[in-house]
């Protein structure tokens, strides 16, 4: 079993709708996780992280965690065709050397 | 804020020399580097874990005298392509984290290295 498991995709949303993204691990110690973007040929950004149950929002992006479930999700609000990249989720391990364990990531397409 | 770079960019080498990249913090001093690696269409996969002025972890199957990282201050890591082959030819990332942000970790633009 891999430790964090994302589905590869493609996701494809028409614009102005909302794209969900789903990421489960297998390591219930975990405490952070982490959704970063990239784009094809760049390097990951950093989109947002989330340590507590529950959701978080940032302007169009939430991010929900249920660690009972093992379970982290990144919702995105009025998607944008810029939005199409390929989103990772990383889950942070609990070694206190501070290493992120990633998913093999969700491709996302947003049409016009 | 949390600002990495890297350098160069880009670089092409023929078989059998040496490469080294740089991975600077430029706003914040990062007590810990990472070193990634990822070919097309693949995840990141983690190369070494590197934390200033202590030699650098090695994940499983990676040869550290290949892949020699050098992290001698809070700003700068390098890491140093031994004797490339064209197999060795990939997106090499550098990511950094500080001690007061847990475990979120900057990533550099990334080196594409290309070797002939």
């Known amino acids: 079993q891999k430790e964090v498991e994302q589905n590869s995709g493609p996701l494809s949303v028409p614009e102005g709708a909302i794209a969900s993204l789903n990421c489960t691990y297998s390591d219930r110690g975990s405490q952070s996780f982490f959704w970063y973007r990239q784009y094809s040929g760049k390097s990951p950004e950093l989109i947002m992280f989330?340590?507590?149950?529950g959701d978080k929002e940032d302007g169009r992006f939430t991010a929900q965690l249920n660690k009972a479930s093992q379970y982290v999700s990144l919702l995105i609000r009025d998607s944008q065709p810029s939005d199409s990249a390929t989103y990772l989720c990383a889950v942070g391990m609990n070694t206190g050397f501070q290493k992120l364990v990633f998913g093999t990531g969700t491709r996302l397409l947003v049409s016009p | 804020g949390a600002v990495v770079s890297q350098h160069p960019s880009r670089v092409i080498c023929k078989s059998g020399t040496s490469v080294k990249i740089e991975c600077r913090s430029l706003?914040?001093?990062?007590?810990?580097m990472f070193w990634y690696r990822q070919f097309p269409k693949q995840s990141l996969m983690l190369m070494a874990t590197?934390?200033?002025?202590?030699?650098?972890?090695?994940e499983q199957g990676v040869e550290k005298d290949k892949f020699l990282i050098n992290h001698a201050s809070l700003t700068l890591s390098t890491l140093t392509v031994t004797s490339a082959h064209p197999e060795d030819s990939s997106f090499y990332i550098c990511?950094?984290?500080?001690?007061?942000?847990?475990?979120?970790?900057?990533f550099g633009p990334g080196t594409r290295l290309t070797v002939l």
């Open positions: 706003d914040f001093q990062a007590t810990t």
């Open positions: 590197s934390n200033e002025g202590s030699k650098a972890t090695y």
């Open positions: 989330i340590y507590s149950n």
């Open positions: 990511s950094a984290s500080s001690s007061g942000s847990t475990d979120t970790q900057y």
